[in-house]
């Protein structure tokens, strides 16, 4: 099947080989349950036998032996139970046996009526072979063939059913010698009837193996969207973000042009903390306010898009909106501040914010086999510089025009038009702490 990856055509390859070893393992019950239909049986026929001897030899005209149709139940309760077997290994070395195997497995289960019928016209006659109870093991075979979850293949056991029982049907009536019999049980009637309700339960059975089929593909399909929905965007996700994604699941699929808001957020003179302090003190510092830092962004309706070592870049307003994108990134970037007020200062708490706001196009970038979920475009790269002029400005919290206008904040301190590297049009910068 090939390595998962998050290309499409791997997604669904994935997704089909989900399916085939359910399918298995539905195989393996169904196979179970075969076995314990024959082992019941066998069971019925000791304990009707030998409660119920004289009645045995009238009726089989003393022809029927003890050990013979024990023996031939056994055998068939060996094959369910060497298929269940088998179909355990498969599973366990997530082997998918061909489709061909299937099929002669659906043969040879419905042969097993037709060969017990068979046997039963050398010992009675055989009108009567032909409505005694193993006819109705066809109907048990058919019902079953449902778990294998390929509408074809219960199509196909019913047709063969049919077609077994036809041809039994027509040697039966041309040998039957008792002339006391019910007529009905000779005429061809109701053998055609018979006949045509096994091919209407192959196909029930085949509709119902369909809609089986449909509605577990549709629940792995829900399963397949919420790992791509993890695997896009990480473990930094508010659940609620989760759930809008889950109700609208291609959305973030397919790269688009979104209005949206951009924080940047740098940890200040990170480098000399970090030279104060072993790697692991480090590490379980950065880890202490990015826990409060994330479930800021997460409860303000954002997403962390990737990390930058003593910072990171969040995105408010995709891949879904709440139409207060600019506000709710200002709301976060001001909690986190009083967050890290709370701390009490000192080394490794200084940090700076910068927000700009604008269009860009979200999407992927990569290739098929590491792709990542990311936001392109200059308000990218203005927020960055923004976040940069923090240092200069000694501030915390710096937010452009186009932030404070779509935020509609009449607060902040105006630092004029401020030129950026990388823009030829300078840029109202607001500071806000």
Not at 280 to 308: R, S, T
């Amino acid at each position: 099947m090939g390595n998962e990856t998050t290309s499409p055509a791997t997604d669904a390859d994935l997704l089909e080989r989900r399916f085939a070893e359910q399918a298995l393992h539905n195989e393996r019950i169904r196979m179970a349950l075969i076995g314990v239909v024959f082992a019941i049986a066998a069971t019925t026929y000791l304990i009707f036998r030998a409660i119920d001897h004289p009645v045995f030899e009238t009726t089989f005209h003393g022809k029927v032996p003890l050990v013979g149709p024990f023996v031939v139940i056994s055998a068939f309760m060996a094959y369910a139970v060497g298929g269940f077997v088998y179909l355990g290994r498969a599973l366990e070395r997530r082997q998918i046996p061909p489709i061909w195997q299937a099929y002669v497995s659906a043969a040879v289960e419905v042969s097993i009526p037709s060969m017990t019928i068979t046997l039963l016209f050398q010992i009675m006659d055989p009108a009567h072979a032909l409505v005694a109870p193993p006819t109705y093991a066809y109907f048990l075979f058919i019902a079953l063939s449902a778990m294998r979850l390929d509408p074809m293949i219960s199509l196909f056991t019913g047709a063969l059913a049919a077609t077994e029982f036809a041809i039994l049907a027509t040697i039966g009536l041309n040998i039957t010698t008792v002339e006391q019999i019910e007529p009905m049980m000779t005429a061809p009637p109701h053998y055609v009837g018979k006949v045509f309700m096994l091919l209407a339960t192959g196909a029930i059975t085949a509709w119902v193996a369909k809609e089986v089929r449909s509605g577990l593909k549709s629940t792995l399909d829900s399963i397949a969207d919420r790992n791509r929905v993890v695997d896009m965007f990480g473990r930094h996700v508010s659940p609620q973000v989760v759930n809008k994604l889950l109700s609208q699941p291609h959305s973030a699929t397919v790269s688009e042009s979104r209005h949206v808001c951009v924080m940047f957020l740098d940890i200040r003179n990170f480098t000399t903390f970090s030279e104060a302090h072993s790697p692991q003190e480090v590490v379980d510092h950065l880890n202490k306010l990015f826990a409060f830092m994330i479930d800021e962004v997460n409860d303000h309706h954002g997403i962390i898009n990737k990390f930058l070592g003593d910072g990171f870049m969040a995105i408010f307003g995709a891949p879904i909106s709440t139409g207060d994108d600019s506000r709710n990134a200002v709301a976060a970037s001001k909690a986190i501040l009083e967050r890290m007020k709370e701390l009490g200062g000192g080394p490794g708490t200084d940090i700076g914010i910068g927000l700009h706001a604008g269009a860009a196009i979200i999407g992927h970038v990569g290739s098929a086999t590491r792709r990542e979920y990311t936001v392109i475009g200059d308000v990218v790269n203005v927020a960055a510089r923004i976040e940069g002029l923090n240092k200069p400005f000694e501030s915390s919290l710096l937010i452009s025009k186009a932030v404070r206008d779509a935020a509609e904040l009449h607060e902040g301190e105006s630092l004029g038009p401020v030129q950026v590297k990388g823009r030829e049009t300078a840029i109202e910068v607001f500071r806000l702490a």
